[in-house]
């Protein structure tokens, strides 16, 4: 079996040193004498953890002392519910800035709890953020929902838009802890962890603490962020054992140098790909605006904007005998999409290049 070049989308792949720490720590959690997945949720020992992991989040981010971190069960999507639950209620109606898949989704979520307003116009082609000037916002919405990188359709914002006071919430699920966020920019900030932050089934919430105490009757206590706060994350038995790599994950990120340092690489590994893409003369196509292409997944067809299926198949094909997997674009819009978060090295992603320039040598 050759070496593996995992270049997934999600749950996607953890740095080579948590896994070395993980093995070590399994079965004697920092001389418990027993694992983490034994231990209860109401041990000093994961109190201490709990802990931890809120601290090193604020660090990495700088988090003003005005929001709650916290930690949510059922990933990303359970925040899509969790979102109006909690922050609609005080006008019944909220934004949505739909800019592929993923916050289509949210906005679809939304619509059962209270109005949404579509801030741009609805489309089945994603191509960029359309730009802010051309935003159709509510001045009576309780929060502004976007998506700061879509997974799918490779799309990422870059820069904060002006909300005009009203509270802005971003799902950061597939770019969290890539680049510096100002946080004090943003009500809210959550994402699943699959991604760049860990493994999947819990999501980490930032919250600003005046949008605390106002979810739905309705809402189910264990997605009310008030209630998650006030038994700091351990409302009931939390995924623990995600939360631990989460943690492990986040030191990962600081022993690295931090926010700076994953974003120089993500900047690195990303240009690195598009510049092949772009020096192709059409052979690879990335169908998004060159302003909104994002650093962590980079969707692209073979042959035409079309995509040519049949190189498309070859070239996954020839790309898995060498080890380099988890290439195949999403089911929704076929092609191409390599996925390049923090924990894939500048070196994994040189492997990928010269495969493309092979390839593209070939079928030129
Ligand atoms: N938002 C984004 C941007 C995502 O990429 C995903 C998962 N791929 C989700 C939300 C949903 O996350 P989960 O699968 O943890 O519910």
Request: net charge positive; with cysteine; proline share 5%.
């Amino acid at each position: 079996m050759p070496k593996i070049y995992n270049f997934g989308a999600g749950p996607a792949k953890l740095p080579e040193e948590v896994y070395e720490i993980i093995r070590n720590e399994l079965t004697d959690y920092e001389g418990t004498g027993i694992s983490l997945l034994e231990t209860s949720h109401r041990s000093q020992t994961y109190m201490k953890l709990n802990t931890e992991v809120q601290e090193v989040v604020r660090r990495l981010l700088n988090v003003p002392a005005n929001y709650k971190v916290l930690f949510l069960p059922a990933g990303g999507q359970g925040e899509f519910a969790a979102v109006p639950l909690n922050l609609m209620s005080r006008t019944g109606t909220a934004d949505y800035v739909v800019t592929g898949a993923w916050s289509e989704k949210a906005a679809k979520e939304a619509k059962k709890y209270g109005k949404v307003n579509l801030v741009v116009p609805p489309t089945n082609r994603y191509t960029g953020v359309p730009d802010q000037s051309t935003w159709n916002l509510d001045p009576n919405a309780s929060y502004v929902h976007i998506c700061t990188n879509e997974t799918i359709h490779g799309v990422e914002f870059n820069f904060i838009p002006d909300t005009k006071g009203v509270p802005l919430v971003a799902d950061m699920s597939s770019n969290f802890m890539s680049r510096k966020v100002d946080v004090s920019k943003f009500g809210v900030i959550y994402g699943g962890a699959q991604k760049n932050i860990g493994t999947s089934g819990v999501a980490l919430v930032i919250v600003r603490e005046d949008l605390l105490n106002q979810a739905m009757p309705i809402c189910p206590s264990i997605l009310d962020w008030t209630q998650t706060a006030k038994n700091d994350s351990i409302l009931n038995t939390p995924p623990m054992f995600a939360i631990y790599i989460m943690g492990r994950v986040l030191q990962w990120i600081e022993r690295k140098g931090g926010l700076d340092a994953m974003a120089e690489a993500a900047e690195k590994k990303s240009s690195l790909i598009y510049n092949i893409i772009e020096g192709s003369n059409g052979f690879y196509y990335a169908p998004v605006a060159k302003n909104s292409r994002s650093r962590m997944n980079i969707p692209f067809r073979i042959g035409s904007s079309g995509g040519n299926e049949t190189l498309e198949k070859e070239f996954l094909k020839g790309a898995e005998a060498m080890g380099l997997i988890q290439l195949k674009g999403h089911r929704s819009v076929g092609g191409i999409r390599a996925s390049t978060y923090n924990a894939v090295t500048l070196e994994e992603v040189q492997k990928l290049a010269q495969y493309m320039k092979d390839f593209y040598a070939k079928h030129k």
